[in-house]
């Protein structure tokens, strides 16, 4: 095991290919739950269990299951339904554990299923050839990078909220704007690793 090569992997999907900058992937989220800061971090906490979870359960029965079998082919539609039966269980325990959190995700949550991101990390686990530990640093940087452009985010909206911003700029223009400056901000980065 490199640890060189585990610390590329992670700094490289936290900030280089950011999941939602980057790729624009998770944007729903990302425009939804972003209004407050702690409804942001509620999400990233939500996103980063479904996807490492998810990461390891596909990657086992990919490798475990479908290429001895040599059904391959049936990659997508298993991760989509491990998908679904692991954001079913996140928001029955988020339901029972923290009705507020629940509240505040709303609609938001459920959406995890059709995160794009969580489906891209479980299919470019197996497209790269990660081994055990590759896999578990790019699942969790995945979603540690996108709780961090989600939260930097989130406290940029509340600023926005009690500015005077002009009424043709208020709510999802001013939001999309930020949204772009934060991107080029991070493609700054791109020499970095």
Do not use: W
């Not at 425009?31 to 990233?44: E, F, L, N, Q, T």
């Not at 998810?54 to 040599?70: D, E, N, Q, R």
């Not at 489906?119 to 961090?148: C, H, R, W």
């Amino acid at each position: 095991m490199d640890i060189g090569n585990l610390f590329t992997i992670f700094v490289t999907a936290v900030l280089i290919n950011n999941v939602i900058l980057n790729q624009f992937l998770g944007m729903c989220p990302f425009m939804g739950v972003s209004k407050k800061s702690s409804s942001a971090i509620g999400m990233g906490g939500a996103v980063t269990f479904v996807i490492v979870a998810a990461a390891i359960v596909t990657y086992g029965l990919y490798h475990g299951v479908l290429a001895p079998l040599h059904i391959e082919y049936m990659d997508l539609i298993t991760f989509i339904l491990v998908i679904a039966s692991l954001v079913q269980l996140t928001e029955m325990i988020i339901k029972k554990t923290s009705p507020s959190l629940y509240k505040a995700l709303g609609v938001y949550l459920p959406l995890i299923t059709t995160n794009c991101a969580v489906l891209m990390v479980a299919l470019e686990n197996i497209k790269q050839g990660y081994d055990f530990a590759e896999m578990l640093t790019y699942s969790f940087a995945i979603p540690i990078g996108f709780t961090l452009v989600l939260y930097i985010f989130s406290t940029i909206r509340e600023r926005l909220d009690a500015a005077k911003t002009p009424a043709a700029f208020r709510g999802n223009p001013i939001a999309l704007i930020v949204a772009a400056m934060m991107a080029l901000a991070f493609s700054g980065l791109m020499g970095l690793v």
